[in-house]
């Protein structure tokens, strides 16, 4: 008899079982595919390996506006993928030592659930049976294919790519058409754009990079043009065949050529294939619906990650399941979404948390806004040539704390966790204008931001 059985080794399920293991707890980890689910093995990480090299290459080829000379530089595609899946291997690996450490039986397969019963729950793995006092499901999500004609079939033929086929594409496409402009396909946008195809995104709505503030995705859409990317924004694919993509906007119908599709738009929860109808638990628009603790309306029956649909990004799944695993060892712990800041891991980053000044308008909620930009920031001036990155910061003016921060530019996804914990901890914005930041830095440009209020 197990005390908990995590369904799905991908961030929520192998930090639950890590920590669940770890506090003393007789934890079962089941996973289907590989441990370390979508991010480690066709999400963050891989598309991180491969943005890598494209920035060593861009820097490259770059580098005469910093007095560096450089020639001859090439891209390997076959070398950049093998490098990424080392380091997959390598994060598979630690990741596989450290339940082992933990004490945490891994068993390889699909789990299915029989039932709960006298507040028992049973899973099998092919012939083999679990019995457990709690389940975690932590089964994830999967790229949605869109009922456009053709896409299937592409997807099938290897025309067609989601975020799995993309990630190990062993050459360069001489052009790529991604359809959506999300987050997934603005960063394979980036890198096939470094390596030398010819990019074009397809967007339904009218900007890019999803709800990230307008005029950060105005900025950064303006880059991808300086270096090639097309936009194709307010318009709707209606076919992908014959190697193109149709589309139609307000301007008529039109078609792009394309060696290869990317299709980013969207994921959506897996809640299919494994019995989840057994346990009764509520489902509303394909995701498992959780309060605060992760606690579905069945009592023992967890859900995080990106299952439960809240967030879908896996610094969100592992807190997440910290606060189930916390309060079943007894600490009292809640999960807050207002500080959970996103990336966008192009070239020019992006960093972002909390709300913005739309999302102000939206709620009804009254903000003050400074926007800044970098080149307030020593450090970015000295490496940024011709740098148009900036500084969003947004306040609550009647409590004077930070409510938000946006920023564009180097350093955005290692700086944003300031702005976050500023967030969380709720500072005053006098008390934050107190603290000394190191002297150059890129994170010097929130405290300037506020002084711009
Ligand atoms: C290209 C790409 C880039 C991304 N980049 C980032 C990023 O930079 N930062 C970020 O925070 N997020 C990123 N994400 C999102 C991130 O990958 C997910 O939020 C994260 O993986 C969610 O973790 P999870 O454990 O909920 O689900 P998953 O990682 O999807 O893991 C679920 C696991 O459950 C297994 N499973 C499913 N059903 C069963 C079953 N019945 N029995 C056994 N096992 C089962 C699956 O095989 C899978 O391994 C990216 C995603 C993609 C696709």
Redesign the pocket.
Same mark, same amino acid.
């Given at each position: 008899m197990y005390d908990i059985m995590i !369904? /799905? #080794? /991908?961030?929520? =399920?192998y930090l639950a079982a890590e920590r669940a293991g770890h506090s003393g707890l007789k934890t079962l980890l089941?996973?289907? %595919? @590989?441990i370390g #689910?979508?991010?480690l093995n066709? =999400?963050?990480v891989p598309?991180?390996a491969l943005l890598h090299s494209a920035k060593l290459f861009d820097i490259a080829r770059h580098s005469e506006a910093y007095g560096v000379s450089t020639s001859g530089a090439a891209i390997d595609q076959r070398a950049v993928i093998a490098r990424k899946n080392k380091v997959v291997r390598n994060l598979v690996a630690g990741i596989k030592s450290q339940l082992k450490a933990s004490h945490v039986t891994v068993v390889e #397969? !699909? =789990?299915?659930i029989v039932g709960r019963d006298a507040g028992i729950i049973t899973v099998t793995v092919g012939q083999t049976t679990y019995q457990g006092k709690r389940l975690l499901i932590? $089964? /994830?999500?999967e790229?949605i294919v869109p009922p456009i004609p053709g896409a299937r079939e592409g997807l099938a033929s290897g025309f067609v790519l989601t975020?799995r086929e993309i !990630?190990d594409l062993d050459t360069i496409p001489e052009s790529l058409v991604v359809v959506g402009g999300g987050?997934?396909g603005l960063?394979m946008a980036s890198y096939f754009n470094s390596v030398g195809s010819k990019v074009t995104v397809i967007e339904m709505l009218g900007k890019i990079a999803g709800p990230t503030d307008r005029e950060i995705s105005t900025i950064l859409q303006k880059n991808y043009e300086k270096k090639g990317i097309t936009f194709v924004l307010e318009s709707k694919v209606n076919a992908i065949r014959d190697g193109a993509v149709e589309f139609e906007n307000a301007a008529g119908k039109h078609s792009v050529p394309a060696v290869k599709v990317l299709v980013s738009i969207g %994921?959506r929860p897996?809640i299919a #294939? @494994?019995d989840l109808e057994k346990l009764g638990v509520y489902v509303d628009k394909g995701r498992i619906v959780v309060d605060e603790h992760g606690q579905t309306n069945v009592p023992g029956v967890y859900a $995080? =990650?990106?299952?439960n649909g809240v967030w879908? !990004?896996?610094?969100a799944?592992y807190r997440e399941s910290e606060v189930v695993i916390n309060n079943l060892m007894g600490r009292h712990d809640v999960m807050r979404y207002d500080a959970v800041p996103w990336?966008i891991?192009t070239n020019p980053e992006v960093g972002c948390v909390g709300e913005t000044e739309e999302s102000c308008k939206a709620k009804g909620m009254a903000c003050q806004v400074a926007s800044i930009s970098m080149n307030y920031s020593g450090r970015y001036m000295a490496e940024n040539a011709g740098g148009d990155g900036i500084c969003k910061v947004v306040i609550d003016p009647v409590r004077q704390r930070l409510i938000g921060c946006h920023i564009i530019g180097s350093y955005a996804s290692e700086i944003i966790v300031v702005a976050a914990m500023l967030i969380e901890t709720q500072m005053k914005i006098a008390d934050i204008k107190e603290f000394v930041f190191p002297h150059p830095t890129v994170s010097e440009i929130i405290r300037e931001a506020l002084f711009q209020l």
């Open positions: !369904l /799905g #080794g /991908g961030p929520a =399920g089941i996973e289907k %595919r @590989f #689910g979508v991010c066709e =999400g963050c598309s991180k #397969g !699909l =789990g299915e932590a $089964t /994830g999500s790229a975020n !990630l987050v997934i960063e %994921r897996v #294939g @494994f $995080t =990650g990106d299952v879908m !990004l896996a610094h799944a990336v891991y």
